[in-house]
């Protein structure tokens, strides 16, 4: 007998969900919980693939443009080809470009913005740094040592109201001595080239050849370090400590994270804070779980009291009852995973239609001029799990009221 009851759980629990109920309203709960749990599902997994897209275009774009580490002398370093070939000896160091920054004023046609302007060895700044990629006009190659040449960010150049081939005016802070007195600084640069990676960077930015930006320092021959890209950004803090106990004190270094972390930081906490705010839509649909199972539990009082007379287990009648409102879980979520998954894969193209059909979001006001979305599979099985533990835990209050139902007590009035 033990051996015929076994299946019985699982076979009347099917048949219970494939059944119609008497009590139409048990239906409409019923969908209205599958129909929740899809809806927290999908929504959960578009916007976490969302989320994972700025964050991944945070990384790439800002801090391609912003070293993950760097190397600072405490005085000018004259020979950085060697310390070069020592940092890039470790296993964790991909490349590293000299540098050299000043902060000033750029002038063109009576326009006057600030500006800090970075000298580079372009063929050594392709290797640390995403800005040749993003070249909209010119070639990061077209900086000379002694062409005096200059490549703008996008927002700088529409600022000034520059553009390639044009001259405009650095203007530095020093002050020099001539027979009217002082003054400040001039040095005529050409526009060589336009970046446009579409962050702040763009309005902030300008690049010239290290060699000339040491001229302009009066520091002839000389960077004051060296810029650096590791294979795994986050370890940058580790890398910086390690390579200054190795460099000795005559070197220092700062990392990624003490001017743009807060960036990443705030990112994750979102992240965080979205998935619990969104998992209260699945929270809802379990509740809902749970009403129509306790209704669907009165609703079937009788035909539990004649599985008890016939044998059945509370243990039995409470499975059944579990499989029933597990089943119901199971289909929300994998609708909801399904959906979540196309929708993730396919945003950028829905939200371009949005953008030109109902004319309501424009993303060109932010650093991307799409919505980004990068699906990640470890997201959506954590999500599936969430949702299928909350919709296990909802059957488990109705089914065990089944368990608890006398059947003489339950057939009395019938």
């Given at each position: 007998?033990?051996?015929?009851f076994r299946?019985?759980?699982l076979?009347?629990?099917l048949?219970?969900t494939?059944a ?5 309203f048990i239906s409409v709960?019923?969908?209205a919980?599958?129909l929740?749990?899809?809806l ?8 976490l693939s ?19 580490l760097?190397v600072?002398g405490?005085?000018p370093?004259t020979d950085w080809q060697s310390?070069?070939?020592r ?12 540098y ?6 750029l ?6 913005t600030g500006v800090l302007?970075t ?5 050594a ?5 995403i800005?040749?990629d ?5 070639d990061?190659?077209?900086?000379a040592p002694?062409?005096?040449?200059v490549?703008?960010?996008y927002?700088?150049a529409?600022?000034l109201?520059?553009e390639?081939?044009?001259?405009i ?5 020093e002050?020099?001595?001539s027979p ?5 600084r001039?040095?005529r640069f050409t526009v060589?080239?336009?970046f446009?990676v ?5 309005s902030?930015?300008a ?6 930006a040491a001229?302009?320092a009066r520091h002839?021959g000389?960077?004051e ?6 294979d795994?950004l986050?370890?940058a803090p580790?890398v ?5 106990q190795?460099?000795?004190p005559g070197f220092y ?5 003490r001017t ?5 930081q705030a990112?994750r906490?979102?992240?965080t804070?979205?998935t619990?705010?969104?998992?209260f839509?699945?929270a809802?649909?379990?509740?809902n779980i ?5 209704m ?33 879980g199971?289909v929300?979520?994998?609708?909801g995973?399904l ?5 993730a894969s396919?945003?950028?193209a829905?939200?371009?239609w ?7 979001v ?5 650093f991307v001029?799409y919505?980004?979305s990068?699906?990640?599979?470890s ?9 299928m533990?909350?919709s296990?835990l909802?059957t488990?209050?109705?089914s065990w009221?089944?368990?608890?139902v006398?059947?003489a ?6």
């Open positions: 007998m033990r051996a015929m299946p019985l759980s076979y009347i629990g048949r219970y494939g119609r109920s008497r009590n139409s709960m019923t969908l919980s599958v929740g749990l899809m927290g599902v999908t929504v959960l997994i578009t916007v969302v989320m994972n897209g700025f964050d991944r275009e945070l990384q790439t774009r800002i801090l391609g443009m912003v070293t993950h760097t600072h405490r005085e370093v310390l070069a070939a940092v890039e000896r470790r296993d964790d160091v991909i490349a590293a470009a000299p050299r920054q000043l902060e000033g004023m002038s063109h046609k009576g326009r006057v302007v000298g580079v060895e372009p063929d700044e392709k290797r640390v740094s800005v040749g993003y070249m909209q006009e010119g990061l190659g077209a900086l002694g062409a005096f040449n490549v703008l960010g927002g700088l529409r600022r109201g520059a390639v081939g044009d001259k005016t650095l203007v530095l802070p002050a020099s001595m009217a007195g002082v003054i400040p001039f040095k060589s080239g336009v446009r579409r962050a702040e960077v763009d902030l930015l690049y010239v050849h290290v060699e000339d001229r302009l002839k000389s960077v370090g060296l810029r650096l890209k590791l795994d986050f370890r580790l910086g400590w390690q390579l200054e190795e460099l000795g270094t700062s990392d990624w994270t743009h972390g807060n960036l990443f990112i906490m979102e992240k804070m979205m619990l705010l969104l998992s839509i699945v809802v649909a379990a509740f749970i009403s129509s199972q306790v669907l539990v009165t609703e079937k009082r009788a035909n539990i009291a004649v599985l008890r007379t016939l044998g059945a287990t509370p243990g039995q009648v409470m499975r059944l009852f579990m499989v029933q409102g597990s089943l119901v199971l929300g979520t994998g609708l995973t959906f979540g998954v196309l929708l396919n945003i950028s829905v939200a371009r949005l953008e030109s059909s109902v004319d309501a424009k993303f060109d006001a932010y001029n919505l980004p990068v699906l990640l599979w997201d959506v099985i954590t999500i599936v799990v969430i949702a533990s909350i296990f909802a488990l209050y109705p009221r089944a368990s608890k006398q059947p007590e339950a057939l009395r009035y019938e």
